[in-house]
């Protein structure tokens, strides 16, 4: 059986809802009251839509809320890059592959790291007449 996670709140004792318990073959687990820990991914989730998506924005009504938290979880899942999936786009992780992703990652960073060991070998440093050191530019431009 597939657990559910549930709030002590009267919308999970209501008819439909045991229908669809049985009918998904679900086990309920229900979390202690005034106990966040619990349950606490979503607890975080909602914290990040309090503190990011409205944060301290007067709303004018239901509307503009229903515009803002659209944006936001456009933002969250499109954008924003998340420690716990290593640092990816919550829509590459689950529609893609992270290991290739990763990988590719990874594989960037080591033509960077090239290219920079490059670049400072060829950065012509030459001290001025007043002791202050002078970097002169290097064309880079066939590398792009």
Not at 96 to 104: F, H, Q, R, T
């Amino acid at each position: 059986m597939l657990p559910v996670n549930w709030g002590q709140v009267t919308q999970f004792i209501a008819q439909e809802w045991r229908e669809v318990i049985r009918h998904f073959e679900l086990e309920e687990i229900p979390i202690r009251v005034r106990h966040p820990e619990s349950n606490g991914r979503i607890e975080r989730y909602h914290r990040s839509v309090r503190e990011e998506a409205f944060g301290d924005k007067e709303l004018e009504d239901l509307y503009q809320g229903r515009d803002l938290l659209e944006q936001w979880v456009s933002y969250y899942n499109e954008e924003r890059l998340h420690s716990a999936l290593n640092y990816l786009h919550p829509v590459d992780y689950y529609n893609g592959n992270p290991e290739v992703l990763l990988a590719e990652r990874k594989r960037k960073l080591k033509t960077a790291a090239t290219r920079r060991k490059e670049v400072n070998r060829l950065v012509d440093l030459t001290k001025t007449k007043v002791g202050v050191y002078h970097f002169s530019r290097v064309d880079l431009s066939e590398n792009d």
